[in-house]
């Protein structure tokens, strides 16, 4: 399996632009994460999905931000209207279901500026 | 309090020395714990899990969980300086998948 799959790898864009971040998750993995990671609060959980079905989206910032995941293999995670202040890498990760399982896999990561 | 505290580093050796990494975290309820390396550019990946107090061993890593006192740390014997990455400390509670990461303990090892 190639590993779970983000892209871009890297955006640059103008504050107050749509951003959309994807995701292909590891092929029979029924969990899907997105993460985003700063130098100031280190790595955060945004929302996870369970079978496609958000779980917890307690960790999105703000209205700006949504996620979804329309498929088993793929999912996207959408900034409007962008601001620098979400300038980070985001990185989405998936694992498999059961006890003691719970390794995650994680993406290249996408790195974003909003300039 | 936050919920995983660690060490922000540098934490400096030198090549051959051991390294101990320590995180405490808040949550009692925690059964598993998780630490994941990072290097500079790159995604996490897992390098060592551990469920019971105790000892867990794997090559030069290893485990320290102690529950009653909500503490585990990653020992890493005869550092290489292939070891230099940022460690993150992850506990995970049962019924919650998604695990929340410490800040991360960066390791320098000097040759």
């Known amino acids: 399996d190639a590993g779970v799959i983000q892209s871009p790898r890297h955006e640059v864009t103008e504050m107050g632009q749509e951003v959309t971040l994807r995701c292909k998750p590891i092929?029979?993995?029924?969990?899907l994460f997105w993460y985003r990671q700063t130098m100031m609060r280190g790595l955060e959980l945004l929302i996870y999905?369970?079978?496609?079905?958000?779980?917890?989206d307690s960790g999105m910032p703000e209205d700006r931000f949504s996620a979804k995941m329309p498929n088993a293999s793929f999912s996207t995670l959408k900034i409007q209207p962008s601001e620098p202040r979400d300038s980070a890498v985001y990185f989405c990760?998936?694992?498999?279901?059961?006890?003691?399982?719970?390794?995650?896999?994680f993406g290249s990561g996408t790195q974003l500026s909003v300039l | 309090q936050k919920e995983v505290e660690q060490n922000s580093g540098p934490l400096s050796v030198p090549e051959g020395a051991i390294a101990s990494l320590n995180c405490t975290y808040s949550?009692?309820?925690?059964?598993?714990f998780f630490w994941y390396r990072q290097y500079s550019g790159k995604s996490p990946e897992l390098i060592m899990s551990?469920?019971?107090?105790g000892d867990k061993e794997d090559g030069r890593f290893t485990a320290q969980l102690n529950k009653a006192s909500q503490y585990v740390s990653l020992l890493i014997r005869d550092s290489q300086p292939s070891d230099s990455a940022t460690y993150l400390c992850?506990?995970?509670?049962?019924?919650?998948?998604?695990?929340?990461f410490g800040s991360g303990t960066r390791l320098q090892v000097q040759p």
């Open positions: 999905f369970n079978n496609n079905v958000p779980i917890d």
């Open positions: 992850a506990p995970g509670t049962s019924g919650r998948r998604a695990l929340t």
């Open positions: 551990i469920y019971s107090n």
């Open positions: 990760a998936s694992s498999l279901s059961g006890a003691l399982n719970e390794k995650l896999f």
């Open positions: 949550d009692r309820v925690s059964q598993s």
């Open positions: 092929s029979g993995h029924d969990y």
